[in-house]
């Protein structure tokens, strides 16, 4: 239903060496005609040998630039060779690549321009989250529903399609700081049309999650800022296809 | 006197020895003229200073040194924003440099390896 569509797979990664054949393997099962495309986020591991192992596009950053200057780097991978749509999904494997068709259907249909996976829309979803974790993340999907109008349950997914519209602009203006939560406030500023899916996530296999527990209070204050400081941001002229 | 003598030849220090790094090529004008600029008000004001206590009265300032010590925090306030501007921007810069130098070799890789097609 969605192959005619050019679609580029976007998977950050950094030291997922345990997960990331896995990761490729399972997705090439499904989609034998997508790209898939690991960022090599400088890690020191065999993350880059594994992907390339398995038939995996490799980018090898030569330095670690945190996971939203790996995600940019596969948007303007996207943007400069005309992809339609440009998923992105963990290398931890935390992502059930078996909702890629779910969260792939509403961009490829072009009714959405971002589609967020979400594991809190699905009742009997069986991740189980930490207390703090959780707590932040019901503060954030507020937070963000509030200065958005989008309800956002899951703000800090990184399971998450594109479509063309919205690819131009995350090449040139994807968040840095905290990058999940801020690009839904980059994308409500260039009027994306965003939407959420139900997915299951898996426990991790592998990695550590960049957001620590006792740190939830602090990491909370400052992506709360960062939220509202990316309100203050302009809004800058994009790049479009064929300019 | 004794303080008025040392301004002068602490901003004429600064102002030659920036220029001496102007001249080995270790800064540039974007850098430079900051520094140049207030060491040439500071001995501006230290050869006038009916001037400078006339200024710091309208200002309501109690003593002229009070005036020179606000000026100086100041200027080192304005100072350490530009340098956070400018190290933002350095920021930006190496992380695009990085990405595009990924995104070469990504195709340098495909270009030598021509079965893997696209």
């Known amino acids: ?243 | 006197m004794g303080v008025k003598t040392f301004a002068i030849f602490v901003s004429i220090f600064i102002f030659l020895f920036v220029i001496e790094l102007i001249r080995r090529q270790k800064m540039t004008f974007k850098y430079s003229i900051s520094w140049l600029g207030v060491s040439s008000v500071v001995l501006f004001f230290a050869f006038n200073e009916n001037l400078l206590r006339k200024i710091s009265d309208f200002f309501g300032f109690q003593l002229p040194s009070n005036f020179i010590f606000f000026l100086l925090s100041a200027f080192f306030i304005f100072l350490s924003l530009l340098l956070t501007v400018y190290i933002n921007e350095q920021n930006n810069r190496t992380e695009s440099l990085a990405q595009t130098i990924g995104m070469l070799e990504f195709k340098i890789k495909k270009m030598q390896s021509p079965e893997q097609k696209k």
């Open chain 1, 1 to 243: 239903m969605i192959s005619p569509k050019k679609v580029l797979i976007i998977i950050p990664a950094f030291n997922e060496e345990r997960t990331i054949r896995r990761l490729v393997q399972e997705i090439k099962k499904i989609y034998p005609d997508f790209t898939v495309l690991v960022i090599n986020d400088g890690s020191t591991d065999h993350t880059a040998e594994e992907a390339l192992e398995v038939g995996a596009f490799l980018i090898d950053l030569p330095y670690n630039l945190g996971i939203g200057g790996a995600i940019q780097t596969g948007f303007k991978v996207a943007f400069e060779e005309n992809f339609d749509i440009a998923v992105q999904i963990d290398g931890d494997g935390q992502h059930d690549p078996r909702y890629l068709p779910c969260i792939l259907e509403p961009v490829a249909s072009g009714k959405v321009d971002l589609c967020i996976g979400s594991r809190f829309l699905n009742e009997h979803s069986g991740f189980k989250s930490t207390f703090s974790r959780r707590i932040g993340i019901r503060f954030f999907s507020s937070l963000l529903g509030l200065l958005t109008g989008v309800p956002i349950t899951d703000p800090t997914s990184g399971f998450r399609a594109y479509g063309k519209k919205i690819i131009p602009i995350f090449a040139q203006f994807y968040p840095v700081d905290f990058p999940e939560p801020e690009a839904v406030m980059t994308a409500k500023r260039y009027n994306a049309k965003i939407s959420e899916v139900p997915v299951n996530m898996r426990k991790r296999l592998g990695g550590i999650s960049s957001i620590r527990y006792l740190k939830t209070i602090y990491y909370m204050l400052k992506v709360t800022m960062a939220i509202l400081i990316d309100m203050l941001k302009k809004k800058q002229k994009e790049i479009s296809y064929g300019s």
